[in-house]
């Protein structure tokens, strides 16, 4: 194993899966074996990040416009383009495994449900903002949606139709990107246990490294 090569891993998948334990499992993992490990997340992993994500959460300070489409996705990819500068690439140059909470694919799933730009015009602006950089692996932690609400609450005639065809939208979103890049995605099965989830994962971290 090279000590002076940077990996870039990222996790996706829809909330609930549970992308935050497999995330300190890994960096546990790493660390126990000597690495460097940098833990992030988008959005907001820079100081200009959160106040970008502020913007986006609760608008613009005296301003009564809804933010523009077009201007929205630029401020999403602003997030973006810091977050590489000062947090992802430094650490990769230095020879650390950065590992970020949600990354380019979450724009893209997230995006292809609505909005006026297409997902094409969203991957072009991020790998803009980015100069091209993708994770070297993207773990996608895939469960059904209505599984992981009914983890959570089991009246699930509570749960509004409408968020329903949204999760499960995302969800095939999700899918497709990983079927148009198996080299860079590996499926999880997050419906199953956190040990066997965390199986996969360490198996294939193994041949990554």
Known sequence: ?????????????????????????????????????VVTREPGGTPLGGAIRKLLLHGVP??????????????????RAQHVAEVIRPALERGAVVITDRYLDSSLAYQAGGRELTADEVRSLSMWATNGLLPARTYLLDMDPALSHTRLDHDEDRMESAGDAFQRRTRQAFLDLAAGEPDRFRVIDASGTVENMWRAIRADIADLL
Do not use: Y
């Open 1 to 37: 194993m090279n000590m002076h090569q940077g990996i870039f891993i990222s996790f996706e998948g829809v909330d609930g899966a549970g992308k935050t334990t497999q995330v300190n499992r890994l960096r546990d993992e790493l660390e126990a074996m000597g690495r460097e490990v």
């Open 62 to 79: 005296g301003g009564s416009a809804d933010i523009a489409p077009r201007a929205e996705a630029l401020l999403f990819a602003a997030d």
